[in-house]
């Protein structure tokens, strides 16, 4: 009995535990590019005459051809036909009225839409001569595989 009276009179030695073990992440493992989570956004559209064109502005002759310029850096991916089959590229024309609220609006046949000079640049072609007429350029951009 004394024995064991003696242990529990003895102090006892403190237990140290260890601290948890805590991952830390690489700071670049948590931050992605923003670059492959940007989407394109268009900064510029140029036709096939003239120079680069302005919000509002008045063509007086009608170009053939657009080229629709992205944010540098951005590659824009024509391999799975997407530009070419169900274009998310869509010219639409007013109806001669220039309002684009009414109904009455035309959908332009686009005859060729690509890839231009570099992989940011987006070519789009008239099928045919274009009518006197107010334009608008839309780009769909939502769902799983946008431009």
Do not use: C, H, W
């Not at 948590?30 to 940007?38: D, N, P, V």
């Not at 944010?71 to 274009?87: K, T």
């Amino acid at each position: 009995m004394t024995a064991v009276r003696n242990r529990l009179n003895q102090t006892r030695m403190p237990i140290k535990r260890r601290a948890p073990v805590r991952r830390q992440a690489r700071l670049e493992d948590s931050l992605e590019s923003r670059t492959l989570l940007a989407a394109p956004t268009l900064v510029a559209v140029r036709p096939n005459i003239g120079d680069f064109l302005e919000p509002n502005e008045t063509l007086t002759v009608a170009p053939k051809e657009l080229t629709l310029q992205f944010n540098p850096g951005q590659q824009i991916d024509s391999s799975n036909n997407r530009l070419f089959n169900n274009s998310p590229i869509v010219v639409t024309r007013s109806g001669r009225d220039g309002t684009f609220s009414d109904g009455n609006e035309v959908p332009v046949t686009l005859g060729y839409v690509g890839l231009g000079a570099t992989s940011e640049d987006v070519v789009l072609r008239f099928a045919q001569n274009l009518a006197d007429d107010f334009y608008r350029i839309t780009i769909k951009g939502s769902g799983s595989n946008p431009l």
